[in-house]
């Protein structure tokens, strides 16, 4: 769901952030985990409807949250419980980095976004695999030198931040874990002299 900042305070480079999360409150207690904009946060303290984060600086460092003002709209998703059926991929709230959104491409109600971002990031992700973008989890549709791309169904637009989300913003980055495990056993075990990228896994015959 979409929520509001109520209030921002940083200090000594971490940050102190309050969330308004509506009717979703009473569900919650301190110590919840609580993802914004994808970055998986713990909950401090509860008042009037709001949580109370502590951010740190590492995750203020990795992340877009840094940037977040009174009144910004965020993502908000609370962790899945171990009863629950699963439908999607594995999101664990742990980002990788951020990426700029490069290209809009409004397709009626659909929209295609394309997304400038690190060869770090790139090589983590394979085409029809997942990432999540500020905590949307989606399947990437294209990758080349400098960028991916995903396309984005109505219920995405209208349930999340990217319906507003503009050229040149910064969003939260996770790569599929199942990707990063796969990729760092590959670079301990086959011989390197260069970073292991997609595709030199396709001319390992993977």
Not at 17 to 29: I, M, Q, S
Not at 32 to 40: F, L, M, P, R
Not at 42 to 60: C, H, P
Not at 193 to 200: D, G, N, R, S, V
Request: charged share 25%; aromatic share 4%.
């Amino acid at each position: 769901m979409v929520c509001k900042v109520k209030s921002v305070r940083r200090g000594g480079g971490a940050m102190l952030l309050n969330v308004d999360l509506g009717n979703l409150a009473d569900e919650c207690k301190i110590g919840d985990s609580i993802a914004v904009n994808g970055v998986c946060l713990t909950i401090a303290r509860l008042e009037g409807g709001g949580a109370v984060f502590d951010v740190s600086a590492e995750t203020l460092s990795k992340s877009t949250l840094d940037k977040l003002s009174p009144s910004s709209e965020v993502n908000i998703e609370r962790a899945v419980k171990a009863t629950d059926r699963f439908g999607g991929h594995f999101v664990q709230g742990h980002i990788d980095g951020a990426a700029t959104v490069k290209t809009i491409d409004k397709q009626g109600k659909f929209a295609e976004m394309k997304f400038a971002a690190e060869a770090e990031l790139l090589d983590a992700m394979v085409v029809k695999g997942s990432v999540a973008v500020d905590g949307i989890s989606l399947t990437i549709s294209g990758i080349d030198k400098n960028s991916f791309s995903v396309t984005l169904i109505p219920e995405t637009l209208n349930k999340t931040i990217l319906s507003k989300t503009k050229i040149g913003d910064k969003v939260n980055i996770e790569t599929d874990i199942i990707v990063k495990t796969i990729k760092s056993q590959l670079e301990k075990i086959l011989p390197q002299t260069q970073p292991l990228t997609a595709e030199k896994l396709k001319g390992l015959g993977f």
